[in-house]
């Protein structure tokens, strides 16, 4: 029996993309999280939390209207910048990066919450920006909670379903990912070709998750 590998490259690329996207916006909002004394910051934190909570489809539903070429923002996107989030890879991307932001930022901001204030004090009082302090002196100390935040980032994305079906649909090639096509095989009743798909998913999954734990036991037992 031959199978089609597309969907576990498409999964791949999908996770990679989010997982290089997040670094980038979860670290600075997890900073400002952790050290911002803004009295209204638990609805920011709410906000960014909200997917862990929210039913994918939810999720998905409300992006597919927001985007759509119906709406005056879909539409406005398509006329002027030829850019189309409904039913293309693109906006797999973007709802991968709303429904796994939380697994970036909750991990980085419990890393910076966990750094003594005093690291950052004598870090300006040599003469350090923000800036420089952030970047060479508080995320060297916490690269275990980023790699942490990384690979559970990555693993989160690749079992998404709800939310990419939502936005994505099912074009083979563009935007069937693997855990689309599962649900698509067991619909079939083409169980093999599941299992094939499944099987890989649990094994990469629980391989990205023991990775988690033994960086989480080495650093508690370095602390």
């Known amino acids: 029996m031959r199978y089609d590998f ?7 690329k999908l996770a ?11 670290i600075p909002i997890a900073y400002w999280l952790a050290s911002s004394k803004f009295r209204f910051k638990f609805l920011l934190e709410a906000l960014v939390n909200t997917p862990l909570v929210l039913p994918p489809s939810v999720l998905g539903f409300y992006l597919l209207l ?12 398509t006329e002027h910048f030829n850019i189309s989030f409904v039913f293309t890879f693109e906006g797999l991307i973007l709802a991968s990066v709303i429904f796994s932001l939380p697994f970036m930022v909750q991990n980085v901001q419990a890393g910076f919450q966990s750094l003594p ?10 003469g350090k920006s923000e800036f420089e302090t952030i970047l060479k002196v508080l995320i060297p100390n916490i690269k275990h909670s980023i790699l942490s935040g990384i690979i559970l980032t990555f693993a989160h994305t690749i079992g998404e379903f709800g939310v990419v079906l939502m936005i994505g649909g ?8 693997a855990s689309i096509a599962i649900y698509e095989e067991v619909e079939s009743l083409n169980y093999a070709t599941a299992n094939f798909y499944s099987f890989i998913l649990l094994a990469l999954s629980f391989f990205l998750l023991s990775i988690v734990y033994s960086i989480n036991n080495k650093y508690l037992k370095t602390n």
């Open 16 to 26: 990679s993309i989010t997982t290089f996207i997040l670094i980038f916006i979860g």
């Open 66 to 77: 927001i985007f759509s070429p119906k709406n005056s923002l879909g539409n406005f996107l």
């Open 117 to 126: 204030i005093s690291l950052k004090e004598a870090s300006y009082t040599l």
């Open 6 to 12: 597309e969907p576990l490259f498409l999964t791949m």
């Open 170 to 177: 099912s074009i083979p090639g563009k935007t069937k990912v």
